[in-house]
């Protein structure tokens, strides 16, 4: 099944075409959302509900435009939902703490994290920054791709990328010669 | 070196977007220099989780398929289709509604009596007499210079 196939499928509701697009895209997704969020089981969340948004809204595809990049786009949104909905949580949490009752009945909502998780250095960056780095590397995105799923310009997308790949090439450094140092 | 130290020292100094950018294409992302000091796409894929990295797909949509309670995840057009639908509804009550009201409007303004509009201002004013309990009174009529209004005063008769 091509890519096309698979999306007029869906656009039927064929159950067989919804799989091959989640087969087909699935860790693209996923891999996205884990490299944004850092956590392995809200990236599975998020990976869920882009799929099920995909399928819900598909008749808005515009067809001029590359399907993965519309798909990232709702992919990013989601992971953006994911992280302002985590900080909301924190910033509760951290207010319950002096609540016994209150924190006590939440328990820990995301237990251990299953491996692999993206490296610690990546959570220097913005949200932004993140997504850019991810898309250039692993999917060898142009700024204006990247344009695209952030819905910004190519300038600010080109910045983006050039931020973070300087960021992380600087703490690599550093820790490098903290290293020689020590 | 000397001048790729000044163009770091204006990217920091200025953070405009527009300008930051075209620092970059004009001289960052063509200097060796500049270039060494940014993170290769090796290096970033060393950091970064791959898609070939992350798992089976299949799960993934096990879970789609548990979520939705094993109906398939619904196609776009369904719910799409609902909202057109609903959409011609509401133009069609709101166009049967203009039209029922405009057809009543119609038959009030065309029934005999409605049109009082007609009767234009009077070119004469007449009081044949006035009655103040029962007899005739004594009646004053004012109009004031310049002005097409008229006041009528009436006064028992002492």
Not at chain 1, 129 to 137: F, H, V
Not at chain 2, 59 to 69: D, E, F, M, P, V
Request: aromatic share 8%; hydrophobic share 40%.
């Amino acid at each position: 099944m091509d890519e096309r196939e698979i999306i007029e499928g869906c656009l039927t509701g064929d159950p067989l075409s919804q799989r091959a697009m989640v087969e087909a895209y699935g860790n693209l997704v996923l891999s996205v959302a884990l490299n944004v969020i850092g956590n392995r089981q809200d990236a599975e969340d998020v990976c869920q509900e882009t799929f099920l948004q995909v399928f819900r809204r598909l008749d808005r595809y515009d067809r001029a435009r590359s399907f993965k990049t519309w798909l990232l786009t709702i992919a990013y949104r989601r992971s953006l939902d994911m992280l302002r909905k985590k900080r909301r949580f924190k910033e509760f949490s951290e207010r319950a703490r002096f609540e016994p009752a209150v924190a006590g009945r939440g328990g820990n909502p995301h237990p251990a994290d299953p491996e692999p998780l993206p490296s610690a250095l990546l959570k220097k960056l913005s949200p932004r920054e993140r997504t850019a780095l991810t898309l250039w590397a692993n999917e060898g995105c142009t700024a204006k791709d990247i344009s695209a799923v952030l819905a910004c310009s190519d300038s600010t997308a080109r910045v983006y990328l050039f931020n973070a790949r300087r960021k992380i090439k600087a703490l690599l450094e550093n820790d490098h010669g903290l290293l020689q140092n020590g | 070196m000397a001048f790729c130290k000044t163009v770091e020292y204006l990217y920091e100094a200025l953070p405009l977007r527009p300008f930051q950018d075209w620092l970059i294409r004009v001289h960052m992302d063509r200097c060796p220099s500049c270039q060494a000091r940014l993170l290769s796409r090796e290096e970033a894929r060393g950091l970064l989780i791959a898609p070939e990295s992350v798992g089976d797909a299949g799960a993934l949509w096990k879970r789609i398929l548990s979520r939705t309670g094993g109906r398939a995840a619904e196609s776009g057009r369904r719910p799409a289709q609902a909202v057109v639908r609903w959409r011609w509804a509401a133009v069609t009550a709101l166009v049967l509604t203009v039209a029922a009201a405009g057809f009543w409007l119609l038959r009030e303004v065309e029934r005999p009596g409605f049109n009082v509009s007609a009767a234009g201002p009077a070119g004469r004013f007449e009081i044949a007499y006035v009655n103040v309990g029962g007899a005739p009174a004594q009646t004053f009529v004012y109009q004031p210079q310049g002005s097409d209004t008229v006041f009528v005063w009436a006064q028992k008769t002492p």
